[in-house]
């Protein structure tokens, strides 16, 4: 059973760091990508970053240049270094990955491409 469980969220103000982690347990990641999510109470969840099995990575506009996707050597692990943050980061960040065995080396920022997600960390960056 393949689970997932994000740490790091908290409160900031704007400006702040944080480094989001995201353990997957049940599963050997080999060839799989991973991704983080984010949804702020009454918007719709969107991909934050998306990585894939050799490295290759995407970000959404509103993050790229400050959020920083990475995996560790394992492949289990999923960090996500966030600086400068503003209010509108605002979020439940959630990490999401695909059925094993999926070959992806092109990250998505779609739903549609993951199948399994985390509960999420909150984060919230306010002065």
């Known amino acids: 059973q393949v689970q997932l469980v994000e740490s790091g969220g908290g409160s900031v103000q704007p400006g702040g760091s944080l480094t989001l982690s995201c353990v997957a347990s049940g599963y050997t990641r080999s060839t799989e990508c991973m991704g983080w999510f984010r949804q702020a109470p009454g918007k719709e969840r969107e991909g934050v970053a998306g990585?894939?099995?050799?490295?290759?990575?995407i970000y959404a506009d509103s993050v790229r240049g400050r959020f920083t996707i990475s995996q560790d050597n394992t492949r289990n692990t999923l960090t996500l270094q966030m600086t400068n943050l503003k209010p509108e980061d605002s979020a439940m960040y959630s990490c999401?990955?695909?059925?094993?065995?999926?070959?992806?080396?092109?990250?998505?920022?779609?739903?549609?491409?993951?199948?399994?997600w985390g509960q999420g960390t909150q984060v919230t960056v306010s002065s």
């Open positions: 990585i894939g099995s050799t490295g290759r990575t």
């Open positions: 999401a990955t695909q059925r094993a065995t999926t070959y992806c080396v092109y990250p998505g920022l779609a739903l549609g491409v993951y199948n399994y």
